[in-house]
């Protein structure tokens, strides 16, 4: 294990608490409110989103078993802003990162909804592209869940041109409308995003902090016995 590396499970240590809150609520009909993991670097947010995304892919929802959660990851500061187009970042968030992580036969569905010739081309995909998806996945009895690493970086994609300022508001509407599912996550700066009129302009009100601190010193003492050369 190297420290860019999500922890294998017998080093995973003292996170179970905020786990099972996160399974739990994003399996119940308060998923509507999306929660952000915030703080220090290093302190274990992006393996909580990556072990968050493996418990609960799959999973039935627990007022309707017909509907299941899918999961995918948007680790926004793994896309290149500088000199892209709004284009360049949907076909990343779409293509590379929703569609062709898909199975054949869900992939297969979405290109039947554009018809004969499928998803549109890279140059062509859009917001609206991202919105349809969604609509596809609802309709064959998918939830999409996406967690949204280093969300704070939305601040640059406004800046760059890659989003407009109905991109935040369209990630709580697909939350409260129950289509999709959310998790954002950040440094401290991540926790002032709700407050900036300038970037969000109060669309991000149905949101809930989740502070992630450094883990109990029974859980680091058993981190030092699994990893002695630590």
Known sequence: WTISHT??????????????????????????????????????????????????????????????????????????????????????????????????????????SYGEEGLPPAEKLSQLDFIKIVDVLNDNNFVPFITIDEFSFVRLMLKEGLIDATFVSTLRNLALTGKASFVYSGTYDIKELPKEKEYIAGQMNNTLPMPINQIDEQFANELIEACPRL
């Open 7 to 112: 922890p294998e499970e017998h080093i995973f240590k003292g996170r179970e608490k905020e786990l099972n809150t996160l399974v739990n609520h994003y399996l119940s009909k308060d998923r509507s409110l999306t929660y952000i993991l915030y703080g220090l670097t290093r302190t274990g947010k992006s393996s909580i989103l990556d072990y968050l995304r493996n418990r609960i892919n799959g999973k039935p929802l627990m007022e309707d078993s017909t509907k299941k959660i899918l999961a995918f990851k948007w680790y926004l500061n793994e896309f290149p802003y500088k000199n892209s187009t709004s284009a360049q970042f949907w076909t990343w968030a779409i293509e590379t990162n929703i569609y062709n992580v898909l199975t054949d036969k869900l992939a297969a569905k979405i290109d039947a």
